[in-house]
């Protein structure tokens, strides 16, 4: 059975703690849905109402965008060991740039990481659990280290190459104002 809570207690914080994956989802008034696959020691929970993650470069920046339109994010866990659960935490988004005043405050919490982005904030508005029986068990093997082996060939100039070509805009046209922030 769904159960809905209106901020995270010390169980959920720590079953979050445990996930070695998490999913983000966005989407604009118009155009295209985005779900996207996170991982890499990336995620943190600031207090029992608001969530952080460090935002790493990827082919596209959608939540960026979506969030700077609208605000509506939620975000996923599902447990893939023995005890199964997901848990979805639903609310509005923040876009955290290194330009903004908050940087240094939620910066500080993540450990440094090639290809930075930005800092995406979920301020929760509820959070839901549900059995998660469907879901495979699998066993965590290791983090894939193709993302920071790719930024570090890049360096950080073919990175802001890369935001200039891959990242000013999402999929449908809207801005994720990723060179504003800088």
């Known amino acids: 059975m769904a159960k809905f809570y209106t901020q995270l207690d010390d169980y959920l914080r720590q079953f979050i703690a445990e996930q070695k994956v998490f999913f983000t989802a966005t989407a604009p008034f118009s155009g295209r849905i985005n779900l996207s696959p996170k991982g890499i020691d990336t995620f943190r929970c600031i207090d029992r109402k608001t969530v952080a993650y460090l935002?790493?470069?990827g082919s596209g920046n959608e939540t960026a965008a979506h969030l700077y339109e609208n605000g509506r994010m939620t975000i996923m866990f599902c447990s893939f060991a023995e005890k199964p659960l997901i848990l979805r935490l639903y609310g509005n988004g923040q876009v955290i740039g290194p330009k903004d005043p908050e940087w240094s405050k939620f910066y500080s919490l993540f450990n440094p990481l090639p290809g930075e982005r930005q800092i995406i904030v979920l301020n929760i508005n509820s959070a839901q659990t549900s059995c998660g029986f469907g879901v495979p068990i699998f066993e965590f093997k290791e983090s894939r280290p193709t993302l920071k082996e790719?930024?570090?060939?890049?360096?950080?100039?073919?990175?802001?190459?890369?935001?200039?070509?891959?990242?000013?805009t999402s999929i449908d046209g809207l801005p994720t104002r990723i060179l504003e922030n800088r």
Do not use: C, M
């Open 150 to 168: 790719w930024t570090d060939n890049k360096g950080e100039e073919g990175i802001f190459d890369y935001w200039r070509e891959k990242n000013q």
């Open 55 to 57: 935002d790493l470069t």
